[in-house]
């Protein structure tokens, strides 16, 4: 057990590498009720929301999620977060544990008439179960249809008897679900998933597990890849940054630091399409000391897009936006 943000947390169970393999070929179970939750409710939480975050809180319909940012007023990070619309009034923002004191302090000090803005992350459990068999284990434990819910979306219903929200967004690089449950109610969730998944192969998995797989992933860690000096465009995530949205926290500053940014339609996403992108990569990486950054905006509609950076020189052309 090692302390982390405020939590005393396993850094590994029965082996990083075990829980590593298992998460890859069959599934694995973590535990991050640590992770800190921010309700926004009210008329004006669409409002309140959208100037919080640097992505388009209007892409969002009920039950969608969205990968997104509070940003300073310096453009760098506050933290990075997952949105839920829950509804048009009422949002449920997820942040990294260490900095849930300080994200919930200036999300209230930006707070306006119309939008209460809570701490709510007493309340919340979160279990992960990450890995290809997630999905058949977890189906017999609810009356959620997990195949109708998308990546980086979510449903209500119940997980083993619990009134649980469970959402498929991940931080593996596998397809798995996350369930948030009343935090008096993990402990029966967890060991009712352990459980079902015994004789799939399913075991806990702790700290270190989720770090490797993230890192192979090439998913960001706060305080390790980004943190309050580093700007999304430094950070090879400025797909995650809608500038023609509108007003929001950090925009005028990332406008003068991106001032020449290009966004490039590069049409359906396919294999000459993905030719096309490569070439633009290896050209412009050639000729340039520019950042390059894939974003998949429209995910249902296939469409690609490359977004350049005049920043530091980095190449990623893995990502995706939602």
């Given at each position: 057990?090692?302390p982390?943000?405020g939590?005393?947390?396993?850094?590994?169970?029965?082996?990083?590498?075990d829980?590593?393999?298992?998460?890859?070929?069959?599934?694995?179970?973590?535990?991050?009720?640590?992770?800190?939750?921010?309700?926004?409710?009210?008329?004006?939480a669409?409002?309140?929301?959208?100037?919080?975050?640097?992505?388009d809180?209007?892409a969002?319909?009920?039950g969608?999620?969205?990968?997104?940012?509070?940003?300073?007023?310096?453009?760098?990070?506050?933290?990075?977060l997952l949105?839920?619309?829950?509804a048009?009034?009422?949002?449920?923002?997820?942040?990294?544990?260490?900095?849930?004191?300080?994200?919930v302090?200036?999300?209230?000090?930006?707070?306006?008439p119309?939008?209460?803005?809570?701490d709510?992350?007493?309340?919340?459990?979160?279990?992960?179960?990450q890995?290809?068999?997630?999905?058949?284990?977890?189906?017999?434990?609810t009356?959620?249809?997990?195949?109708?819910?998308?990546?980086?979306?979510?449903a209500?219903?119940?997980?083993?008897?619990?009134?649980?929200?469970?959402?498929?967004?991940?931080?593996?690089?596998e397809?798995?679900?996350?369930v948030y449950?009343?935090?008096?109610?993990?402990g029966?969730?967890?060991?009712?998933?352990?459980?079902?998944?015994r004789?799939?192969?399913v075991?806990?998995a702790g700290l270190?597990?989720?770090?490797t797989l993230?890192?192979?992933?090439?998913?960001?860690?706060?305080g390790?890849?980004?943190?309050d000096t580093?700007?999304?465009?430094?950070?090879?995530?400025g797909?995650?940054?809608?500038?023609?949205?509108?007003?929001?926290?950090g925009?005028?500053?990332?406008?003068?630091?991106?001032?020449?940014?290009?966004?490039i339609?590069l049409?359906?996403?396919?294999?000459?399409?993905?030719?096309?992108?490569q070439?633009?990569?290896?050209?412009?990486q050639?000729?340039?000391?520019?950042?390059?950054?894939?974003?998949?905006?429209?995910a249902?509609?296939?469409?690609?897009?490359l977004?350049?950076?005049?920043?530091r020189?980095?190449?990623?052309?893995?990502?995706?936006?939602f």
């Amino acid at each position: 057990m090692v302390p982390f943000g405020g939590w005393d947390m396993p850094v590994e169970y029965s082996g990083l590498a075990d829980e590593h393999r298992a998460v890859r070929t069959r599934a694995g179970l973590f535990d991050v009720s640590h992770m800190g939750e921010i309700r926004v409710r009210g008329p004006k939480a669409f409002e309140t929301v959208q100037r919080l975050t640097c992505n388009d809180v209007a892409a969002l319909d009920d039950g969608k999620i969205q990968y997104s940012a509070f940003l300073t007023e310096k453009g760098t990070f506050v933290d990075d977060l997952l949105t839920y619309r829950i509804a048009a009034d009422d949002y449920l923002l997820v942040v990294n544990a260490s900095n849930t004191p300080k994200d919930v302090a200036w999300a209230k000090q930006q707070e306006s008439p119309g939008a209460a803005v809570e701490d709510e992350s007493a309340v919340w459990a979160q279990l992960a179960l990450q890995g290809p068999l997630a999905e058949r284990v977890l189906q017999p434990l609810t009356d959620v249809k997990l195949a109708d819910v998308g990546y980086y979306r979510f449903a209500t219903g119940c997980v083993a008897g619990v009134t649980a929200l469970v959402s498929r967004t991940g931080y593996t690089g596998e397809d798995g679900f996350e369930v948030y449950v009343h935090s008096d109610c993990a402990g029966a969730v967890w060991d009712a998933i352990l459980e079902a998944g015994r004789s799939h192969g399913v075991i806990p998995a702790g700290l270190g597990a989720r770090d490797t797989l993230r890192l192979e992933a090439t998913l960001a860690l706060y305080g390790n890849d980004i943190d309050d000096t580093t700007t999304p465009w430094e950070a090879n995530l400025g797909w995650i940054v809608k500038m023609k949205k509108g007003d929001f926290t950090g925009r005028e500053a990332l406008a003068k630091a991106g001032a020449n940014v290009l966004d490039i339609n590069l049409g359906p996403a396919t294999k000459e399409g993905a030719e096309m992108m490569q070439w633009v990569v290896n050209t412009v990486q050639d000729v340039t000391d520019t950042q390059l950054c894939l974003d998949t905006t429209n995910a249902d509609a296939m469409e690609a897009g490359l977004k350049v950076c005049k920043t530091r020189p980095m190449i990623n052309s893995t990502s995706c936006s939602f």
